[in-house]
């Protein structure tokens, strides 16, 4: 390390990440990154922060006040590289005056694509017809072979009418389909109109819905939102996609409806816990398919993150306003 290095702010960032935000970074700091498959054990956190100005963290990642207190009084910002934050102690870095930085709106039509990715290869039973053909089983055309569920002209629930959720809503125009939505807002959304959706109530969306899809995030009010009494609601013939929050949808009482053909099928792209277990008996089922979170994950999206979260690291540290902050309120008696 040269002696101009040494002199550069430190930052550690979480996991390898794409060139676009680990290039910009490395113009400007010292950067520490953490580059196994597997994200740092708690205890190899704690010493890598030590000294830095900014850390550079997933969702993986669990950033409390243990964690800045670590990094000491040089730690200027917390930049997640995700929409959601639920890993990071808003409240401990708010204490602090720290602020947090996320990715958001950058991922909405990637992630929107990929429930319909999900939506419909569930439907179809695309997974399955797959494995049918790679076991050599796929003999003849047969009238009854893998028949799944229709889509269009159908009807769409979707829990957690934000970015994502509006466009899902809009994809689901081009299947003339009726889309129902349940938000935490009191009042109707003034996209709904546009986008030709209905808000309902939690029990008049997922009795009515051919199709269940999750997009709210995950706080003390939606964890296990979708438990045994919700499944229970939703038709025999329903799919519940949830690219959202695994802990939204308890997994036992998903794995008992799946079992028990109280619903129909399952596609997730985020479990709880998460990765899923190898031993998880949702994993022996025929009806759910599962992503490894990967709803993000296309090359430009995924790009376009690292660098948002690069932008919120730099701005950090040179002590300027966050472009994306969840916690602008450490800048109210700020001079910023």
């Known amino acids: 390390m040269s002696i101009a290095s040494r002199t550069k702010p430190k930052v550690f960032v979480a996991r ?6 680990l290039d910009l970074l490395q113009q400007h700091y010292d950067v520490d990154v953490w ?3 597997l994200p740092p054990s708690r205890e190899m956190l704690l010493q890598r922060v030590q000294g830095v100005a900014g850390i550079l963290s997933l969702l993986t990642d669990r950033i409390d006040g243990d964690v800045m207190d670590a990094a000491g009084p040089s730690l200027k910002v917390i930049s997640n590289m995700a929409v959601g934050y639920d890993n990071v ?9 720290l602020p947090i ?25 695309v997974v399955e017809a797959d494995a049918y053909v790679r076991a050599g089983r796929w003999q003849t055309w047969e009238p ?10 159908t009807t769409l629930g979707i829990i957690g009418f934000g970015r994502i959720g509006k466009e899902v809503a809009k994809r689901a125009r081009g299947f003339d389909m009726r889309v129902l939505y349940l938000a935490s807002t009191p009042r109707d959304d003034p996209d709904a109109t546009r986008l030709d959706a209905h808000r309902v109530d939690l029990d008049t969306l997922l009795r009515e819905s051919d199709f269940v899809s999750v997009h709210t995030p995950l706080t003390p009010q939606t964890r296990l939102l979708i438990d045994a009494a919700a499944l229970s609601k939703m038709k025999r013939t329903a799919i519940l996609i949830n690219t959202a929050r695994g802990p939204v949808v308890d997994s036992a009482a998903l794995y008992d409806a799946l079992k ?26 025929p009806n759910i398919v599962i992503a490894p979170h990967i709803a993000s994950a296309s090359i430009a999206t ?24 969840v916690n602008p309120e450490v800048y109210d008696h700020a001079s910023i």
């Open 16 to 21: 390898m990440i794409p060139d676009q935000g």
């Open 35 to 37: 580059s196994d498959q």
């Open 89 to 97: 102690s808003v409240a401990d870095a708010t204490r602090r005056n």
């Open 101 to 125: 930085g996320n990715t958001p709106g950058v991922l909405t039509e990637t992630s929107a694509d990929f429930t319909w990715a999900l939506l419909m290869a569930a439907a179809r039973r």
């Open 144 to 153: 009854k072979l893998l028949l799944g569920q229709e889509i269009t002209g």
């Open 260 to 285: 028990q053909g109280i619903i129909a099928y399952a596609a997730l792209d985020v479990t709880d816990p998460e990765p899923i277990p190898t031993d998880s008996p949702l994993l022996q089922l």
């Open 302 to 325: 995924r790009g376009k993150m690292a660098r948002m979260a690069a932008q919120n690291v730099i701005a950090g540290v040179t002590g300027e306003r966050l472009p994306h902050c």
